[in-house]
């Protein structure tokens, strides 16, 4: 029974194998022409089936994946000045990325080498559009190195302002140093006349008191 089976398996495969190369195999990326006048040629983007049909914007070229059930009625869809909405092949028109940054983890940014170090894994994120959504991503996309970046900034914040203190208080030492040496090289001039005067002040008064209760 069991012999008999595979006899009639391989039998069975057999006449597969000899009918199948009249087939064309279908692969990926392949465009297939309709049958009728009136058919869309289809590219096949993939061959598992996912139940979405690739569409292109006619203006902006951005891919929308169109459910199969509204692919006939997505096709029709048409812009203000008639021209189709959609089309089935990409028209490669280049998006507008903005600033066009990439994620700091990206070994194309050009503060990565700073990164590297840090044991993180690269990103390949890029056409970033603005500041703001690269700290977003990073934010979202890498929480760990995010807050060892902000740890790391905050910490050259700190030395930058630990420089900037110890060039202060050495300006001043220096200012004083230079203020100092001037007082100390002219001494005669300055300190010299004040005592006579304060001696003869004093003299002066002890006279009156000596004569007060003399006279
Ligand atoms: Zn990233």
Same mark, same amino acid.
């Given at each position: /029974? %069991?012999?008999?089976?595979?006899?009639?398996?391989?039998?069975?495969?057999? !006449?597969?194998?000899?009918?199948?190369?009249?087939? %064309?195999? =279908?692969?990926?990326?392949? #465009?297939? $022409?309709?049958? @009728?006048? &009136?058919?869309?040629?289809?590219?096949?983007?993939?061959?598992?089936?996912?139940?979405? =049909?690739? /569409?292109? &914007?006619?203006?902006?070229?951005?891919?929308? !994946?169109?459910?199969?059930?509204?692919?006939?009625?997505?096709?029709? !869809?048409?812009?203000?000045?008639?021209?189709?909405?959609?089309?089935?092949?990409?028209?490669? #028109?280049?998006?507008?990325?903005?600033?066009?940054?990439?994620?700091?983890?990206?070994?194309?940014?050009?503060?990565?080498? &700073? #990164?590297? @170090? +840090?044991?993180?894994?690269?990103?390949?994120?890029?056409? =970033?559009?603005?500041?703001?959504?690269?700290?977003?991503?990073?934010?979202? $996309?890498?929480?760990?190195?995010?807050? %060892? +970046?902000?740890?790391?900034?905050?910490?050259?914040?700190? *030395?930058? &302002?630990? *420089?900037?203190?110890?060039? *202060?208080?050495?300006?001043?030492?220096?200012? /004083?140093?230079? !203020? +100092?040496?001037?007082?100390? @090289?002219?001494?005669?001039? %300055?300190? @010299?006349?004040?005592?006579?005067?304060?001696?003869?002040?004093?003299?002066?008064?002890?006279?009156?008191?000596?004569?007060?209760?003399?006279?």
């Amino acid at each position: /029974m %069991a012999a008999s089976d595979t006899q009639a398996r391989t039998s069975w495969e057999t !006449l597969i194998g000899q009918t199948a190369p009249a087939l %064309a195999p =279908i692969r990926e990326g392949a #465009i297939l $022409s309709g049958q @009728g006048a &009136d058919d869309v040629p289809v590219r096949v983007s993939s061959l598992e089936y996912k139940g979405y =049909i690739e /569409m292109w &914007d006619t203006r902006t070229g951005a891919l929308n !994946l169109c459910p199969q059930w509204f692919w006939w009625q997505a096709a029709k !869809l048409q812009q203000a000045d008639g021209t189709l909405m959609y089309t089935r092949t990409n028209p490669h #028109i280049a998006p507008n990325y903005g600033e066009d940054l990439v994620c700091p983890l990206n070994p194309l940014a050009p503060s990565y080498a &700073d #990164i590297a @170090g +840090m044991g993180f894994k690269p990103c390949r994120k890029r056409h =970033i559009p603005n500041q703001a959504a690269v700290e977003a991503h990073v934010l979202h $996309s890498h929480g760990r190195a995010h807050t %060892a +970046m902000a740890t790391r900034r905050s910490e050259q914040h700190r *030395a930058e &302002d630990r *420089a900037l203190q110890v060039e *202060a208080v050495r300006s001043q030492q220096e200012f /004083m140093r230079v !203020l +100092m040496a001037q007082i100390v @090289g002219a001494p005669a001039q %300055a300190a @010299g006349p004040p005592p006579p005067k304060r001696s003869h002040q004093r003299g002066g008064n002890s006279r009156p008191r000596e004569s007060g209760p003399g006279g």
